[in-house]
């Protein structure tokens, strides 16, 4: 019997343990700072795999001073790294496989369906916070190690298995593990890209824009200027750079994607009073980065082009538009579409599911950016949760994907794991 | 001596204890619901002048039922209105003379160059909160009615003196005294004018709206509606709206006034994540209501017209925007131009000043509105405060103003109250 029948027999006959595995870890709301009872029942299937097990607090101080470092917290007591190792008999290519433990709270409980931690099976799929985003993609990685070990199938080079925090917050968990030396020679994050290969992800940073007003009394506020009109302006001016940096963009993969990287203003406030004219207002947003962009680069372009905003409108040039960097960021990240990993990837796709990958870039950032432009590790997002109902109400998985994408990734490393390591 | 002269004389002798009379008022710190302690200098002032005397908290349950009624508190416990009345010899005509003692908050200490209730005198200028808005113009109101008394001056008609609170937050205290059944042939309110004389008045409500879009990732936006986008197409119809009312007036006292009932946007919140696609913005503002209009049907134009948005956005058919009205409102007020007080009060201004009197629409509303439209009474505004430090940091009073003013009205009312009353 091949490989590919004998794993597809093995993840057959575990699935309800597979699903039951599932069910434990979006019972735990590992939310922001609550990790540790999702955490612990990593640990214990790591324990049960025998694997090398490796549990740490990220240190706050140490992971202050890193230029990638973002986080909205100032310790991270109780919110450990849990890293397993499968160590191959050497001399093959190591890969690491990473997931994030911490979930999106699960917002208003009257748009939930079933209970947000119930992990209620119905008709195929598992629902709760957690579900797609990203505990299912976990239990795939974890189900691939064990059809390894379970089949005694010889491996040559590591398996790195991380489950990290705060992926949701910034990446800190993912950043830490780089900073504590796992390396290998390329990393899947199967992030929910409802089972789509993303070679390249979008990364993202927030910025405020502290636009000014002068104060009048409503009755005559043509003694005054409104901070809420000018916005007006501002809110137009950067769509048109949105137009702009759009423009600039020709990958193939962005083809079906209307606006590849686009500019979100998600928050707006402003005046304190009705019959007063306001004279501030605040825009939160998020820029999008392109996958072959730096993040400097973005920000110095994004900052000369509000400067220049009394081109447009004389009231700029005496009152300039403030521009500030705060909270989440997330790194671009990228592979050579022709990188083997990618192709091994694509061939095992295609033999499980028996059809054509549909191969993407990703619109949103996830910690692949780190592994790219920190660790130096080539990384591909791919996943089995459904992107649409990732932080939304009635989050779920399909749970023949899970089990799908556990049957690629098994098959996908015992080919990558056995190739000879050049390095 | 001619009576005129006689006032002038008692005036120019008594400036010193009318300064130490808005001191003691200034100093105390009478935001609402913390008047007492001003009113109960206005009282003992009242006792010294021997007036007829009536203190009372108004009735919240009693007021709430009023269509007129608005107020942001629950109870007047503590907040009385105060009002004495000096009874002619009978048969002239009667006046009333409205103040209110309730201030805006300082805000900001640090934007005060003076201690907002130190009540410092430099160089004929009062400085503090409440000076300007409108302590000022009542003690104009007080030194009147003692300068008649002291100059023992035949009055036939009542002279009813008010000192209400709540003037701010929309004129309960007013209505209260109108409700208690106070009543006189014409009213004056020392609001600060300036020393210009505004025989109408700008009403205004507040309004919510309420934009509607449709959240998505920031990644994705394209699969959302921003409700900030949508909120800058009813922003500028809005404005739209504002140009439509201001084209229907054509009264002369609006022919200066760039826009004589502006509306104003004061307020926008919308949006709780910068990543993410906005599907609620909030706005607050205010529609000036034009003296001659009524307030209701200022409400169905401008419900109307927002329900109608879906003509320049299909949006908006299936996501009407939603209008509430809500908090203060202050009802336009109007006298007619050639009323017999008017009349008087320009002839004592020219008399007094040496000058024409500046005759304009006001911008803002006072409870001017209320006397008008609840309780019949034909209403003038005209006081000495300066119209542009109202509710602002280093609000001040020029003092020879308080005083002019005092001279104005106690010249108007010895002719006024003296005149046969027809009714």
């Known amino acids: 019997m091949d490989v590919q029948k004998k794993i597809n027999e093995w993840l057959t006959l575990n699935r309800e343990q ?3 595995l599932l069910k434990r870890l979006v019972q735990e709301r590992s939310i922001t700072g609550l990790e540790s009872s999702a955490q612990a029942v990593i640990i214990e299937k790591l324990r049960e795999l025998g694997l090398e097990i490796d549990i740490w607090e990220p240190d706050f101080t140490e992971l202050q001073s890193h230029p990638y470092f973002v986080s909205p ?49 119905v008709n195929g799929k598992m629902y709760g916070r957690g579900t797609t985003d990203m505990k299912g993609g976990t239990v795939s ?14 491996i040559k080079g ?25 390396k290998a020679d390329v990393a899947i994050i199967p992030e929910p890209t409802s089972m789509k290969i993303f070679p390249k992800q979008q ?55 209307p606006i590849p990287v686009p500019i979100n203003i998600g928050k707006v406030s402003g005046g304190n009073w009705p019959s007063s004219v306001p ?4 825009l939160e947003g998020r820029i999008g980065v392109a996958p072959e962009e730096e993040m400097e680069d973005v920000k110095r372009e994004f900052e000369h082009y509000i400067g220049n905003l009394g081109e447009f409108d004389d009231w700029f040039v ?27 990837l694509e061939n095992n796709y295609k033999k499980v599911r028996k059809q054509n990958p549909v191969i993407e870039a990703s619109p949103w950032g996830t910690d692949g950016g780190l592994f790219t432009k920190v660790a130096g590790i080539p990384t591909i997002i791919f996943g089995p949760g459904t992107t649409e109902v990732a932080h939304y109400p009635n989050e779920f998985i399909i749970l023949d994907h899970m089990m799908e994408a556990a049957e690629i990734l098994a098959n996908m490393m015992v080919e990558w794991c056995n190739m000879e390591d050049e390095s």
Do not use: C
Request: overall charge negative; hydrophobic content about 40%.
């Open 203 to 257: 990364g993202s940073m927030w910025f405020r824009l502290t636009v000014t007003g002068k104060s009048a009394h409503g009755g005559t506020r043509y003694e005054g200027v409104s901070a809420i009109e000018k916005s007006v302006v501002v809110i137009e001016k950067v769509r048109d750079l949105e137009v702009l940096r759009n423009s600039r963009i020709d990958d193939p993969l962005y083809q079906s994607i």
């Open 158 to 182: 590591d398996i790195v298995f991380q489950s990290v925090i705060e992926e949701e917050s910034g990446g800190a968990g993912s950043l830490a593990a780089i900073l504590r030396g796992y």
């Open 279 to 282: 004279d501030q207002v605040i």
């Open 141 to 154: 990685m974890l189900l691939a190690i064990e059809a390894l070990q379970a089949l005694n199938l010889p």
């Open 18 to 20: 597979a699903i039951r």
């Open 73 to 121: 917290r100032s310790s991270f007591t109780d919110s450990a790294n849990v890293v397993g190792v499968m160590k191959g008999t050497g001399g093959g290519k190591s890969i690491l496989l990473n997931g994030h433990i911490d979930v999106v709270p699960e917002g208003d409980p009257k748009q939930w369906e079933y209970d947000p931690y119930g992990a209620d099976v």
């Open 318 to 344: 005496t009152h300039p538009v403030e521009v500030t960097w705060f909270g989440a960021r997330w790194v671009p990240g990228t592979i050579d579409l022709k990188h083997e990993a990618m192709t091994l």
